[in-house]
T-cell receptor, first 110, second 115 residues
Framework: EDQVTQSPEALRLQEGESSSLNCSYTVSGLRGLFWYRQDPGKGPEFLFT???AGEEKEKERLKATLTKKESFLHITAPKPEDSATYLCAAAGLNDYKLSFGAGTTVTVRA | GAVVSQHPSWVICKSGTSVKIECRSLDFQATTMFWYRQFPKQSLMLMATSNEGSKATYEQGVEKDKFLINHASLTLSTLTVTSAHPEDSSFYIC???????????FGEGSRLTVL
């Protein structure tokens, strides 16, 4: 069974304090690793897709990287508006359903 | 990106009534849509996979007769919660897949409260 585990559960940062979120996955034949941002009471917002180990993608202060066992979401010099829950999800070989991690809730204080 | 619209964003109903939630892909055609349920501070739990023109595929433990899914067109899927009870109160989110192994784009979610 495909599994996705995110850590830490919660992260409190000072504005400007860079940090990384971890997503460990056990998936049969990874077809894609996805990062989403979810604000309270809203649906997830797509951020990145990573397809193969070594791949990196960036968007503003966010950078996602992928290895064969895990993915990292790096937040550089975060601002309060980066506060959200970040979800990681993986799509395996045998089907196209995504397995979601429980998320990391990031709070950035001004 | 792509836009997925979900309606209503919140609904309150009496126990025993049925509630329909709509999910539309506004700027692309989605042969597959997914319905999720999310409890507070938990991740998304896949309920069913909705394929245009065919029956939905339900995850284990999800009652087909309770959660009716219809995917009548390439841009619309509906979830009907039948004979709703307070335990059905939750945040329901739909998503639409763009491409074969494409990104999933999510609706804004629908908060259902059953009194």
């Amino acid at each position: 069974e495909d599994q996705v585990t995110q850590s830490p559960e919660a992260l409190r940062l000072q504005e400007g304090e860079s940090s990384s979120l971890n997503c460990s996955y056990t998936v049969s034949g990874l077809r894609g690793l996805f990062w989403y941002r979810q604000d309270p009471g809203k649906g997830p917002e797509f951020l990145f897709t990573l397809y193969s180990a070594g791949e990196e993608k960036e968007k503003e202060r966010l950078k996602a990287t992928l290895t064969k066992k895990e993915s990292f979401l790096h937040i550089t010099a975060p601002k309060p508006e980066d506060s959200a829950t970040y979800l990681c999800a993986a799509a395996g070989l045998n089907d196209y359903k995504l397995s979601f991690g429980a998320g990391t809730t990031v709070t950035v204080r001004a | 990106g792509a836009v997925v619209s979900q309606h209503p964003s919140w609904v309150i109903c009496k126990s025993g009534t049925s509630v329909k939630i709509e999910c539309r892909s506004l700027d692309f055609q989605a042969t597959t849509m997914f319905w999720y349920r999310q409890f507070p501070k938990q991740s998304l739990m896949l309920m069913a996979t909705s394929n245009e023109g065919s029956k939905a595929t339900y995850e284990q433990g999800v009652e087909k007769d309770k959660f009716l899914i219809n995917h009548a067109s390439l841009t619309l899927s509906t979830l009907t919660v039948t004979s709703a009870h307070p335990e059905d109160s939750s945040f329901y989110i739909c998503s639409a897949r763009k491409g074969v192994v494409g990104e999933l784009f999510f609706g804004e979610g629908s908060r259902l409260t059953v009194l």
